[in-house]
């Protein structure tokens, strides 16, 4: 083994203006555009249509079912049923299937940033950070699966209010 060794090359991470231009080829706006809060990742409030199943796999090997209302290439917000104690900063593997023509598995390690509700509540809600460990692959398919729900809230905007016209 070499002895200067610099360590395992990190994949470069992709701002949302980079996807956009890799993807349609364009130019989002500037950086400094004064358009408001620039994010790392694209995001998608999932709570506009249906929000999507999860599983939750904790270091004990226990699977917890969970609804994931908020989604970005870096983490996720969901909600989970069952009474099982989370903190932060806790590991958790999260396998999830995106509806992408057929269906896609999503499957990375993620951090527990914050926790709110009690293991006795109905309900708790998770806030999951990706950070690196998502490898490339399943960042470029959240990424893909987010931009086209975007563009498909933008449609189904757009025909509302073509047709609201029209009436």
């Not at 904790?58 to 009474?83: D, K, W, Y």
């Not at 950070?129 to 933008?154: A, C, K, M, N, V």
């Amino acid at each position: 083994m070499r002895e200067n060794h610099p360590g395992p090359i990190k994949a470069e991470k992709k701002t949302p203006a980079r996807w956009i231009e890799k993807w349609f080829g364009r130019r989002s706006l500037p950086e400094d555009s004064g358009t408001g809060e620039r994010r790392e990742s694209f995001r998608l409030p999932l709570n506009r249509f249906s929000p999507l199943d999860a599983s939750l796999v904790t270091r004990s090997g226990a699977v917890v079912a969970a609804l994931i209302h908020n989604l970005s290439a870096g983490g996720l917000s969901c909600q989970v049923f069952e009474p099982e104690p989370f903190s932060k900063g806790q590991p958790l593997l999260l396998l999830c299937v995106l509806p992408l023509s057929g269906r896609t598995l999503v499957q990375t390690d993620a951090l527990t940033i914050h926790h709110r509700g009690r293991a006795s509540a109905r309900s708790q809600v998770l806030g999951l950070s990706f950070g690196e460990f998502i490898d490339p692959q399943s960042e470029d398919t959240l990424h893909r699966y987010i931009i086209e729900q975007q563009l498909e809230l933008r449609r189904k905007a757009a025909r509302r209010k073509r047709e609201a016209l029209e009436a």
